[in-house]
C-alpha cells in the first residue's frame, strides 16, 4: 500500500494499530496480561464494579472498526471478527461501514458490493440513541484467560447502553467460522445484480491468484517477504492440479496479478492461459470466487473470496488464518507440493 495516498485519519488508524498490538505482545511476551489489560478504562471499570444487580431489560451491540488505512481482505477480516465475537460474547452486532469513500479501494462502495450491513444495525444509528462506546481491550481468542476478562468487561456494562468497539486489527485465525453468514450475505446482494465475468461456463474455469505488487515494492519488509510464494510455486500446484482434475471439460487458467506477462515466464509452459493483470479489485475478487478452482495466494485478498467459493480451493498451508477440514480445501507446501492425502480429496 503506497502511505502517501492515505488521509491524515488512514495514517493516524494504521499506527495506532501498530502500537497497540506493539503494546500487547510486549506485556503478553513478558506475562504481563494483568498490567496490559488494566491500561484499558473498561477492563478498570469491571474490577470495580463487577456485574451489577440492576440489569437492564435489551441487548447491548459489539463492533469492529475496518482499518481505513488497509485492503479490502484486511478490512474484511476485522470486520468478520467483530461479528464473530459478537456472538460469543451474547451481543448484537453494529455494522462500521469500510474506509470512506475518498480511499481508492472503498471507491466502488464495498459494503454494497459485499452485502454487508444491510441486515445490521449501524453503529453510528446507536450513537444517535445514546449508546455509549466502550474500548474492549486486544485479546488472544485462543486464551480463555483473556475471553473471560472480556466477558467480565461486558458483563459489568450490562445495566448501561452500550456498544463495545474491538481494539483495532483485533484478530480471529479461524475466520471460516463464519463463513456461512458471509456467503449468505453476500450471494443476497449479488442476486440484485448481474457479475459479468470472462469465464466461458462450458469450459472447467482455474483462477490463480499471484499476490506481487505490494510485496515487490518494498523487498526488504520482512513482514510482507513472508507473504512471498515463488512463481515455480504457482507453476507445481497448477501441474499438480491439471494431473488431478477429472472433467470432460477444457480447462482455462486465468492469472490474477499485477505486473506484466513478462514478469511470469514460468508459466508459459501451460495453454489456455489469460492474463488479468489490469483487471480492478472487485471484478477481481468476483472471479477469485466464482472460479471451478482457485489457487490463492498468502493474501487476505484471494482468502475471502476463497470463503465464498463453492469449488476446490487449493491454499498454502503455512498461513495466517485458518481453513476448514473439508474436502474442498487442498492445502499445499510453501514449495507447491501436495501430499497425497489432499490429492485423494480430488478422488472423491
Given at each position: 500500500?503506497?502511505?502517501?495516498k492515505?488521509?491524515?485519519?488512514?495514517?493516524?488508524y494504521?499506527w495506532?494499530?501498530?502500537i497497540?498490538?506493539?503494546?500487547?505482545m510486549r506485556d503478553?511476551?513478558?506475562?504481563?496480561?494483568?498490567?496490559?489489560?488494566?491500561?484499558y478504562a473498561?477492563?478498570?471499570h469491571?474490577?470495580?464494579?463487577?456485574?451489577?444487580?440492576?440489569?437492564?431489560?435489551?441487548?447491548?451491540?459489539?463492533?469492529?472498526v475496518?482499518?481505513p488505512?488497509?485492503g479490502?481482505?484486511h478490512?474484511?477480516?476485522?470486520?468478520?471478527?467483530?461479528f464473530?465475537?459478537a456472538?460469543?460474547f451474547g451481543l448484537?452486532?453494529a455494522?462500521?461501514?469500510?474506509?470512506d469513500?475518498?480511499?481508492?479501494?472503498?471507491?466502488?462502495?464495498?459494503?454494497g458490493?459485499?452485502?454487508?450491513?444491510?441486515d445490521?444495525?449501524k453503529?453510528?444509528?446507536?450513537?444517535?440513541?445514546?449508546?455509549?462506546e466502550i474500548?474492549?481491550?486486544?485479546?488472544?481468542?485462543n486464551d480463555?484467560?483473556?475471553?473471560?476478562r472480556?466477558k467480565?468487561?461486558?458483563?459489568s456494562?450490562?445495566?448501561?447502553?452500550v456498544?463495545?468497539?474491538c481494539?483495532q486489527?483485533q484478530?480471529?485465525?479461524?475466520?471460516f467460522?463464519?463463513?456461512?453468514d458471509l456467503?449468505?450475505?453476500?450471494?443476497?446482494?449479488?442476486?440484485?445484480?448481474?457479475?459479468?465475468?470472462?469465464?466461458?461456463?462450458?469450459?472447467?474455469n482455474?483462477?490463480?491468484?499471484?499476490?506481487?505488487?505490494?510485496?515487490?515494492?518494498?523487498?526488504?519488509?520482512?513482514n510482507?517477504?513472508m507473504r512471498?510464494l515463488?512463481?515455480d510455486y504457482y507453476?507445481?500446484?497448477?501441474?499438480?492440479?491439471l494431473?488431478a482434475?477429472?472433467?470432460?471439460?477444457?480447462i482455462?487458467?486465468?492469472?490474477?496479478?499485477?505486473?506484466?506477462?513478462?514478469?511470469?515466464?514460468?508459466f508459459?509452459?501451460?495453454?489456455?492461459m489469460?492474463?488479468?493483470?489490469?483487471?480492478?479489485?472487485q471484478s477481481?475478487?468476483?472471479h477469485?470466487m466464482?472460479a471451478?478452482l482457485?489457487i490463492?495466494?498468502?493474501?487476505?485478498?484471494?482468502?475471502?473470496?476463497?470463503?465464498l467459493?463453492n469449488?476446490v480451493?487449493?491454499?498454502?498451508?503455512?498461513?495466517w488464518?485458518g481453513?476448514?477440514d473439508a474436502?474442498?480445501?487442498?492445502?499445499?507446501?510453501?514449495?507447491?507440493?501436495?501430499?497425497?492425502?489432499?490429492?485423494?480429496k480430488?478422488m472423491i
Amino acid at each position: 500500500m503506497d502511505i502517501s495516498k492515505l488521509t491524515f485519519d488512514e495514517l493516524c488508524y494504521k499506527w495506532r494499530s501498530k502500537i497497540h498490538t506493539w503494546i500487547y505482545m510486549r506485556d503478553i511476551e513478558t506475562l504481563d496480561i494483568e498490567g496490559y489489560f488494566r491500561r484499558y478504562a473498561s477492563y478498570r471499570h469491571a474490577l470495580k464494579t463487577g456485574v451489577p444487580g440492576n440489569k437492564r431489560s435489551g441487548e447491548n451491540f459489539l463492533t469492529a472498526v475496518p482499518n481505513p488505512g488497509a485492503g479490502i481482505g484486511h478490512q474484511m477480516a476485522n470486520w468478520m471478527a467483530g461479528f464473530y465475537y459478537a456472538r460469543l460474547f451474547g451481543l448484537k452486532f453494529a455494522h462500521v461501514p469500510f474506509s470512506d469513500e475518498h480511499h481508492p479501494l472503498t471507491a466502488d462502495k464495498w459494503d454494497g458490493f459485499l452485502g454487508l450491513g444491510n441486515d445490521e444495525i449501524k453503529c453510528k444509528d446507536l450513537s444517535e440513541e445514546g449508546f455509549e462506546e466502550i474500548v474492549l481491550p486486544l485479546f488472544d481468542g485462543n486464551d480463555k484467560e483473556q475471553l473471560r476478562r472480556i466477558k467480565d468487561i461486558v458483563d459489568s456494562y450490562s445495566d448501561r447502553k452500550v456498544v463495545f468497539v474491538c481494539e483495532q486489527d483485533q484478530f480471529l485465525k479461524d475466520l471460516f467460522l463464519i463463513q456461512d453468514d458471509l456467503q449468505n450475505r453476500f450471494r443476497k446482494a449479488r442476486a440484485r445484480q448481474g457479475d459479468r465475468l470472462r469465464y466461458d461456463k462450458r469450459c472447467f474455469n482455474i483462477a490463480v491468484h499471484v499476490r506481487r505488487g505490494d510485496i515487490l515494492a518494498d523487498q526488504e519488509n520482512p513482514n510482507l517477504a513472508m507473504r512471498y510464494l515463488a512463481n515455480d510455486y504457482y507453476c507445481n500446484v497448477i501441474r499438480e492440479m491439471l494431473k488431478a482434475i477429472k472433467t470432460d471439460k477444457e480447462i482455462q487458467l486465468y492469472v490474477f496479478s499485477q505486473g506484466d506477462a513478462r514478469d511470469y515466464p514460468e508459466f508459459n509452459e501451460f495453454d489456455n492461459m489469460h492474463w488479468c493483470l489490469d483487471m480492478d479489485a472487485q471484478s477481481a475478487f468476483l472471479h477469485l470466487m466464482y472460479a471451478d478452482l482457485l489457487i490463492t495466494s498468502k493474501s487476505s485478498f484471494s482468502y475471502k473470496p476463497a470463503l465464498l467459493n463453492n469449488g476446490v480451493k487449493v491454499c498454502p498451508r503455512h498461513f495466517w488464518h485458518g481453513y476448514p477440514d473439508a474436502d474442498d480445501w487442498i492445502l499445499c507446501e510453501d514449495d507447491g507440493t501436495i501430499s497425497e492425502n489432499e490429492i485423494r480429496k480430488l478422488m472423491i
